[in-house]
């Protein structure tokens, strides 16, 4: 049972840039805040950046001013831009409600930065 799917990742160099897409199928995004997620090999999964109902942002320090989230409410699709990326940011990333709901966490994408 599939309810997030995510796509958008890939192979890049340090200091390129990507587009990360969530598509939505289980809440409305235009009522439920909504995060990114990454986890690295042997590290937890720890969330990146978030957006509110009201648009209000949060990113974590080690990607504020290179990430940026957004949502489309009309297609239910949440959105990660990702520039000036950074070997540190390879992970897989995930999307889900904020806080997460357990039972929604998809597959993710694969985001690999070269140096």
């Known amino acids: 049972q599939v309810q997030l799917v995510e796509s958008g990742g890939g192979l890049v160099q340090s200091g390129g840039s990507l587009r990360l897409s969530c598509e939505v199928f289980?809440?409305?995004?235009?009522?439920?805040?909504m995060g990114w997620f990454r986890q690295a090999p042997g590290k937890e999964r720890e969330a990146v950046a978030c957006?509110?109902?009201?648009?209000?942002?949060f990113y974590v320090e080690s990607v504020k001013g290179r990430f940026t989230i957004d949502r489309d409410n009309v297609k239910n699709t949440g959105y990660l831009q990702m520039n000036n990326l950074k070997p540190e940011d390879t992970a897989v990333y995930y999307c889900?409600?904020?806080?997460?709901?357990?039972?929604?966490w998809g597959q993710g994408t694969q985001v690999t930065v070269s140096s």
């Open positions: 957006i509110s109902s009201d648009r209000v942002t």
């Open positions: 889900n409600a904020y806080p997460p709901n357990e039972r929604y």
């Open positions: 289980e809440f409305d995004l235009e009522h439920h805040a």
